[in-house]
């Protein structure tokens, strides 16, 4: 089984990233079996040539002169298992899902401020909210990640608004913002000053190393989060503004409905559930980098049943038009571009070895900067000119 720890070497093609070179490298018979990417020297399983940012050791993320790797594996994938694209489409059950816990998190709510549970001690309702609650926040989170790439239904409205009916659940307007941010962090993954994926640099000047410091950063990862995008100063588009009068009068309900209680409840869900908790350890495991070259990660445990699959992030990446029932089946089709890569086997130990590991740190991360991106992206179509020109 690979692991975090390791992974087979792979051939490098010992030339720099630029065209004369890289083509010296297809005649050389680096990826002679895929000729839209076989000038890419990373060609097939697409891993760089840089090292991990290590605290107190290096001063700065992690930096490759590439574009990210996910449309080019793609492509390497479809040249060889044209069937993949089979798995393109949406899951119908997905608005049953959202309905369901929705449901039932706004039941929880109402049965701590106004029901049967109403007159619990406060630490009874903290455990509710940390076990149940922020599993299924968690899962919400999951919901809206799949309306934010219209997988849910055909049409994208009905994905907004399906997103709008998940957002009941987590009193704080995330739907609309995060499709908006987590569409550029696939746009411009890595990309300083582009992708809000990216930790803010006092994040990891701040903590380095520190044990102390990297375990109160994992329980204040939702402000975080946040704080990311907003720091953007980015306009907030037409359904942001939706999104934010929705989750107001959706807040206002349920405090009259069931009390100051009821939406506390539902806030503890979402801090506990996006923070110190096992499901919010994929946030740390897809694309916190443990190894040198490797910017993505999956997750094969036992939490993807609960979780929606989240954990395979390598194949989301690769494949965003397929729906989260249908990602392990990516790997099954392809198992050779991603068994021969490191993933993650638990979420509890991705958050262990985060705060405990010295050389694992918010600067554990990858950046690029946009010409690096944008040139190493635009070599697609030069290769593929040039062959027709031949």
């Not at 890289?22 to 005649?27: F, G, R, V």
């Not at 049953?96 to 406060?122: C, E, I, M, N, R």
């Not at 993954?189 to 950063?217: M, N, T």
């Not at 100051?260 to 110190?276: D, E, V």
Request: charged share 20%.
């Amino acid at each position: 089984m690979t692991d975090t720890t390791a992974r087979p070497p792979l051939p490098r093609a010992p030339v720099p990233h630029t065209l004369e070179k890289t083509l010296a490298a297809q005649s050389a018979g680096f990826g002679a079996d895929a000729d839209d990417v076989a000038y890419d020297v990373r060609h097939p399983t697409y891993l760089g040539e840089w090292e991990t940012s290590v605290p107190n050791k290096h001063w700065d993320i992690a930096q490759d002169d590439m574009d990210e790797p996910h449309l080019k594996r793609r492509l390497a994938i479809t040249a060889k298992h044209p069937e993949v694209k089979e798995l393109y489409g949406i899951d119908t059950n997905t608005k049953w899902v959202t309905l369901a816990l929705v449901s039932t998190q706004v039941a929880l709510a109402y049965a701590f401020g106004a029901g049967p549970w109403k007159d619990a001690h406060w630490g009874y309702m903290v455990a509710v909210a940390y076990v149940v609650g922020a599993t299924i926040t968690g899962v919400f989170g999951v919901l809206i990640h799949e309306c934010s790439h219209n997988l849910a239904f055909k049409t994208p409205i009905l994905n907004r608004f399906l997103g709008l009916i998940v957002n009941i659940g987590i009193v704080f307007p995330i739907s609309a913002s995060f499709r908006r941010y987590h569409l550029e962090h696939h746009t411009f993954q890595g990309v300083y000053g582009k992708d809000p994926d990216l930790p803010l640099a006092i994040e990891w000047k701040l903590i380095k190393g520190s044990k102390v410091l990297k375990l109160l950063w994992v329980f204040c990862f939702p402000f975080l989060y946040v704080l990311r995008g907003a720091l953007m100063l980015k306009t907030p588009q037409t359904w942001e503004i939706i999104n934010w009068f929705w989750t107001i009068s959706s807040d206002l309900a349920v405090f009259s409905l069931c009390g100051p209680r009821g939406l506390a409840y539902l806030a503890l869900s979402l801090w506990f559930g996006y923070g110190l908790h096992p499901a919010a350890a994929h946030f740390i495991q897809e694309h916190y980098t443990w190894n040198g070259g490797q910017e993505t990660y999956s997750y094969y445990g036992s939490l993807n049943g609960p979780f929606m699959n989240i954990g395979y992030h390598n194949e989301h990446h690769d494949f965003t038009k397929v729906p989260w029932s249908k990602l392990p089946a990516i790997r099954a089709i392809a198992p050779e571009f991603y068994d021969t890569i490191a993933y993650h086997t638990s979420w509890v130990r991705v958050i262990y070895e985060f705060v405990m590991k010295d050389e694992l740190g918010p600067q554990s991360r990858l950046g690029r900067h946009f010409e690096d991106h944008k040139n190493g992206r635009a070599t697609i179509q030069t290769v593929r000119k040039s062959a027709k020109a031949e």
